[in-house]
């Protein structure tokens, strides 16, 4: 059986020295309570571990090999202590991050720089995935939190902060300035070449449902896999896109596209940071979260959403 860790404490520093005086200053004890847990010590192996020296102690053989063993043990677990307190000083350690191509590009990445310039010790992580993924990733606990656009299925053990509204919009270049000054029904775009995401993906799911509440069932001409690429396509006249308006602002600025206006309003959605409410979360990932809700509090009234 080991025996009590504070003797081969002492035993270290008595060892590390050579000295029971000294050892006694570095542990903040007496002299005699160092004598004392030396011979409980020794008593405990059954051996002798250190001899009288001319000046304090020297080691054994039995005691040179418990404290080629002992030293590994204790430094290693004063590096580790070492290492807990520049983790929880932010000089070590790692966040990790579930977020979508659309809100790393449109929310978190200026945050990620400025965390970076503040703590640039810190290794961040992101898993890119779409809102599903990211979800089941935090439940997991595969990433300390997420951000991820609405709507999404409630899910028991989430909360979610509102941080920034986004729009959904139909855009389109000079060949279909027709109907630039034009106020559409949804039905009307069942004329129109329509560009659009893939199935599979969230922002995709909520248009369809928003244009099937209305009797609208598209059938897009083009289905492609980033918003990125259907603003390309709709650059080049190949039809009406349907975006975020983000993705197409610069283009909408400079007059080279316009939106389709109709009458009746697309709904915002959101993009929200979700946590879990259960669970440890590391030092880096909580001031992550400050440095963006600090920047919250300044831009938006979002509160938390918790889901039961």
Do not use: W
Request: charged residues 20%; proline residues 4%; aromatic residues 10%.
């Amino acid at each position: 059986m080991i025996a009590n860790l504070e003797y081969y404490k002492v035993f270290y520093y008595v060892a590390k020295t050579g000295s029971l005086t000294r050892a006694a200053e570095l542990l903040s004890i007496s002299q005699p309570a160092v004598s004392q847990s030396i011979r409980l010590l020794e008593e405990q192996v059954g051996t002798r571990l250190f001899v009288r020296a001319s000046r304090g102690v020297r080691l054994t053989a039995e005691g040179e090999l418990l404290y080629s063993y002992t030293a590994r043990g204790y430094e290693q677990m004063e590096t580790g202590e070492q290492k807990l307190k520049q983790m929880l000083n932010l000089e070590l350690g790692e966040v990790h991050i579930g977020a979508s191509d659309m809100t790393l590009q449109f929310y978190l990445l200026p945050f990620l720089e400025r965390f970076h310039e503040m703590y640039p010790s810190i290794k961040v992580i992101v898993t890119n995935a779409p809102t599903p993924q990211t979800l089941q990733n935090l439940l997991n606990g595969q990433i300390d939190f997420g951000v991820v656009s609405t709507p999404f299925a409630e899910e028991s053990g989430i909360q979610a902060m509102p941080v920034r509204s986004i729009q959904d919009t139909f855009i389109c270049g000079r060949r279909f300035t027709a109907y630039k000054n034009k106020t559409l029904d949804f039905s009307e775009l069942n004329e129109l070449p329509i560009i659009h995401l893939e199935k599979n993906t969230s922002s995709r799911s909520y248009m369809d449902d928003f244009l099937k509440s209305n009797g609208i069932v598209l059938q897009p001409e083009f289905e492609l896999a980033t918003s990125d690429m259907i603003v390309q396509f709709v650059l080049r006249n190949l039809g009406v896109g349907c975006v975020v308006r983000d993705f197409a602002l610069p283009h909408l600025q400079s007059g080279k596209l316009f939106e389709l206006r109709f009458n009746k309003m697309i709904p915002p959605r959101e993009f929200c940071v979700v946590t879990a409410k259960k669970g440890p979360m590391s030092a880096a990932a909580k001031n992550l979260l400050a440095v963006i809700s600090g920047i919250i509090t300044e831009e938006t009234t979002g509160k938390d959403i918790e889901y039961d």
